[in-house]
């Protein structure tokens, strides 16, 4: 398959049941789960712009790809516009899993006096005065 398996067409006037089939068909082919959120996506603003009920909209899988799989930039990127698909502990878990905290440590510990001396300062000091 190529990297956009449906039209804009396709995915803003299919049944709702026909692209469920489709999408969840697309993603076992190719295991693509960067195209596969993005659709799921779109399905998310096809619920906010439509009259047929795409909420929550095949919530297994997008439970499934940001729990089982890689997590990748697509994921991230559109990580909080699935916020209702999960229940609080598993959102604070799927968000510890997509933005792990960073490794090592750069406070300043401590501050050292230069041993450089500065010239010109004391000079612009006393003109100023």
């Given at each position: 398959m190529t990297d956009l398996p449906f039209t804009q067409y396709q995915v803003f006037h299919s049944?709702?049941?026909t692209l469920r089939e489709q999408i969840t068909a697309y993603y076992q082919e190719t295991q693509n789960s960067s195209v596969t959120i993005q659709l799921l996506l779109a399905m998310r603003i096809r619920n906010q712009l439509g009259e047929q009920d795409f909420e929550l909209?095949?919530?297994d899988l997008v439970r499934h790809l940001f729990s089982k799989t890689t997590v990748n930039r697509a994921l991230r990127r559109y990580f909080y516009f699935f916020s209702e698909?999960?229940?609080e502990t598993e959102w604070a878990m799927m968000t510890a899993r997509c933005?792990?905290?960073a490794y090592g440590s750069t406070?300043?510990?401590e501050v050292t006096?230069?041993?450089v001396p500065v010239t010109g300062t004391e000079s612009y000091l006393s003109e100023s005065s």
């Open positions: 049944k709702a049941k909209f095949l919530k698909y999960f229940e933005f792990p905290p406070d300043l510990t006096e230069a041993t």
